[in-house]
């Protein structure tokens, strides 16, 4: 039963690294990238790492694996937030069936500060002291 187990928590998280590296071939934009990636090759790799752990059974690859899946979801999460911001910042085409874009006038191109409601973009900060 465990042996059965383990071959399907491993087929499963190899087809979801797969898909993973499908989408992020025919994904259009770096937006829809980054999200097949962080959500896809997540998943493959921690069913992938469950697998492993209940083939050892041991007490230090259990705690390894936790270990890991733990960083791997923090990680993935930010490192994909912050490739998603970089590419808006720097103005990277979207993809043309885009129809919304939810950062329009909440984003202050000089500042980089992302508002939490509409804010007009065309009044500028002024200058003080502190901002060289």
């Known amino acids: 039963m465990k042996d059965i187990l383990i071959i399907v928590l491993s087929t499963f998280g190899a087809l979801f690294i797969l898909s993973s590296s499908v989408g992020l071939l025919r994904k259009p934009d770096v937006f829809l990238r980054i999200s097949v990636t962080g959500k896809a090759s997540t998943l493959g790799i921690g069913l992938?790492?469950?697998?492993?752990?209940?083939?050892?059974?041991?007490?230090?690859?259990?705690t390894r694996v936790i270990a890991t899946i733990i960083f791997l979801f923090l990680t993935i999460s930010i490192g994909g937030h912050l490739l998603a911001r970089a590419a808006y910042i720097i103005k990277t085409p979207v993809w043309k069936g885009t129809k919304i874009d939810d950062?329009?006038?909440?984003y202050d191109e000089v500042t980089h500060e992302l508002y939490s409601e509409n804010h007009d973009s065309s009044i500028k900060p002024e200058k003080s002291e502190n901002n060289i």
Do not use: I, K
């Not at 992938?48 to 259990?62: C, G, H, I, Q, R």
């Not at 950062?103 to 909440?106: A, C, E, I």
């Open 48 to 62: 992938v790492l469950v697998s492993s752990a209940l083939f050892f059974n041991n007490y230090s690859v259990t």
């Open 103 to 106: 950062l329009s006038g909440q």
